[in-house]
Antibody, heavy 122, light 107 residues
Framework: EVQLVESGGGLIQPGGSLRLSCAASEITVSEAYMNWVRQAPGKGLEWVAL???????DYADSVRGRFTLSRDKSKNTVYLQMNNLRVEDTAVYFC????????????????WGQGTLVTVSS | AIQMTQSPSSLSASVGDTVTITCRAS??????LGWYQQKPGKAPKLLIY???TLQSGVPSRFSGSGSGTDFALSISSLQPEDFATYYC?????????FGQGTKLEIK
């Protein structure tokens, strides 16, 4: 069974930086399409970013230029570097695996972590 | 970005009922649409992808339909564990966008 474990969340002041981690087991992150989805307190879901098996990345407009995805093959971990954080970035951040990946045009986020809470506040 | 509008925003039903939640896209997304269930404090769970393909392990009382701009998630013979919030997600193009959610509550 695929397991994804996020970490790195916490309380940070506006303008600060945090790095979130998503450690995976039973899959190889360098061969997977890995996404981040966030959920502000009491609100709905928002797709944030994707890193594909080729290392290509894409971001929501709301975070483009501030957030950066990377991965470490040796640690089987995906990272979300978040810079210049804003109050509106406050949310639980989930990592999710797209099981279809390059095999299909569609997307299916079949495996999710438990989430890590990021609170941006002065 | 493509906007996804779900209706209703909330819904009350009883165990054993059949309910339908709809999702409308602001432009055509072919069949690139999924449905997710989320319970309080938990990660979302994939129910349906490609508009009508049931994810492995998901009960057959869940079904999805639609293409283009209009989609539906139907749940027949509601069970106590089905009371949750449901989201649609278009993956036709990025940024992927979710509907605002439909909260299904016990009547």
């Amino acid at each position: 069974e695929v397991q994804l474990v996020e970490s790195g969340g916490g309380l940070i002041q506006p303008g600060g930086s945090l790095r979130l981690s998503c450690a995976a087991s039973e899959i190889t992150v360098s061969e997977a399409y890995m996404n981040w989805v966030r959920q502000a307190p009491g609100k709905g879901l928002e797709w944030v970013a994707l890193i594909d098996s080729g290392g290509g990345t894409d971001y929501a407009d709301s975070v483009r230029g501030r957030f950066t995805l990377s991965r470490d093959k040796s640690k089987n971990t995906v990272y979300l570097q978040m810079n210049n954080l804003r109050v509106e970035d406050t949310a639980v951040y989930f990592c999710a695996r797209d099981v279809l990946g390059a095999a299909a045009a569609e997307v299916a986020f079949d495996s999710w972590g438990q989430g890590t809470l990021v609170t941006v506040s002065s | 970005a493509i906007q996804m509008t779900q209706s209703p925003s909330s819904l009350s039903a009883s165990v054993g009922d059949t309910v339908t939640i709809t999702c409308r896209a602001s432009e055509g997304v072919t069949d690139d649409l999924g449905w997710y269930q989320q319970k309080p404090g938990k990660a979302p769970k994939l129910l349906i992808y490609a508009a009508s393909t049931l994810q492995s392990g998901v009960p057959s009382r869940f079904s999805g339909s639609g293409s283009g701009t209009d989609f539906a998630l139907s749940i027949s013979s509601l069970q106590p564990e089905d009371f949750a919030t449901y989201y649609c997600l278009q993956d036709y193009n990025r940024p992927y966008t979710f509907g605002q959610g439909t909260k299904l509550e016990i009547k």
